[in-house]
């Protein structure tokens, strides 16, 4: 079966995948598919494989390697939340995550928004300015 390594996925990547849409192509690419839209690729079979799911979910909001490693590195610094209208803002799983919470300044990150970071020295400032939260 062509298919069998897919089962190799962690569950936590597995719901990822779900959460996304994400269906993988013949050619071992992950996918979303929708019949009114172009085909958007995100990543292959082996980066799944080889990369947490941090690196997974940043991928599929286009965050750079500079942002995925940093925060794998300092992932014990913060916790993943998500926001629902009813009951606000709410602890949850990695592959569930739409905020980071640093938990020693207490500010919330969408990390939609890290998107709007687009140099390293805007990046560098970005992290040196959290971790004078961590001095305190």
Not at 97 to 112: C, Q, T, Y
Request: charged share 30%; proline share 1%; net charge positive.
């Amino acid at each position: 079966m062509k298919f069998k390594n897919i089962n190799k996925l962690t569950s936590e990547k597995h719901k990822l995948m779900q959460k996304y849409s994400l269906s993988l192509n013949d050619d071992f690419i992950w996918e979303f598919k929708h019949d009114k839209y172009h085909t958007i690729k995100y990543f292959s079979h082996k980066f799944a494989l080889k990369h947490s799911t941090l690196a997974l979910l940043f991928n599929i909001h286009k965050l750079c390697y500079a942002k995925i490693k940093y925060f794998e590195c300092n992932l014990n610094k913060y916790k993943p939340y998500k926001y629902s209208f009813k009951k606000g803002f709410t602890e949850c799983e990695l592959f569930d995550m739409e905020f980071l919470l640093h938990k020693p300044s207490n500010i919330i990150i969408d990390i939609r928004n890290l998107q709007e970071i687009k140099t390293i020295t805007e990046f560098k400032e970005f992290c040196k300015y959290l971790e004078t939260f961590e001095d305190i």
